[in-house]
């Protein structure tokens, strides 16, 4: 049983679409994450919710809109995707500890 | 500005002998560190961390080692098995009661040479 799947795996999209990425976590864990690894390697925090509520917005762009439809699902949309937004996206999850933090597999997202 | 630094990219060591990444800091804030562990095509795993009040840590094959006044962090790996080849996070965070966020360092990609 994987306990944090995102999907899709890889995204290829045009400049300008509108795409999804999905966050399922099946640990029971209340507070999940959005975590952007940019071509420099940078691991940086973009959302984080707890309990469905939005606790952590890391000054990104309104095109990024993250949606918590309960506790167990994290996603995230983005508008109007643009070249510097090709990236690996993680998401994860943890209970109580920042460092219990448990993460997906990453989604590659390329903007052509 | 980069608050956690991991400068070395690369490092390989010999299996069997010790592996030493290092990671250094710029935040005095930070309380808590954290080494996390990434396979290719995987997400990173927690590995081991430090609260702030000690100064060693250890895990089995694992120990990291925290020096506050020069802001530097070590995780020592002894003795390295080729499963151990990996790209390593450096990570630190800052107690806010619920709030915290983990700030990454670049990774350094250890080989472990059979």
């Known amino acids: 049983d994987t306990a944090v799947s995102q999907t899709p795996k890889y995204l290829v999209t045009q400049m300008g679409n509108d795409k999804s990425i999905k966050c399922e976590q099946n640990l029971g864990h209340d507070t999940m994450y959005w975590y952007k690894q940019d071509s420099k390697k940078f691991l940086k925090i973009m959302f984080s919710y707890n309990n469905k509520e939005l606790i952590i917005n890391e000054t990104v762009p309104n095109r990024f809109s993250p949606k918590s439809p309960d506790k167990a699902h994290l996603n995230l949309h983005i508008n109007s995707l643009e070249l510097g937004d090709s990236a690996v996206y993680f998401c994860a999850s943890s209970q109580n500890r920042v460092e219990k933090l448990f993460f997906g597999s990453g989604t590659q997202l390329s903007v052509l | 500005d980069q608050q956690v630094k991991q400068n070395s990219p690369s490092l390989s060591v010999q299996e069997g002998r010790i592996s030493i990444l290092n990671c250094d800091y710029t935040n005095s804030m930070f309380d808590y560190f954290l080494w996390y562990k990434k396979y290719p095509a995987e997400g990173p795993t927690f590995l081991i961390s430090?609260?702030?009040?000690?100064d060693k840590n250890e895990d089995g094959r694992f120990t990291v080692f925290l020096n506050k006044s020069a802001k530097h962090l070590s995780l020592h790996i002894v003795p390295s098995q080729p499963g151990d080849s990996a790209v390593y996070f450096c990570a630190a965070s800052v107690t806010n009661f619920g709030n915290e966020k983990l700030t990454f360092g670049t990774g350094t990609r250890l080989t472990i040479i059979p």
């Open positions: 430090i609260s702030s009040i000690k």
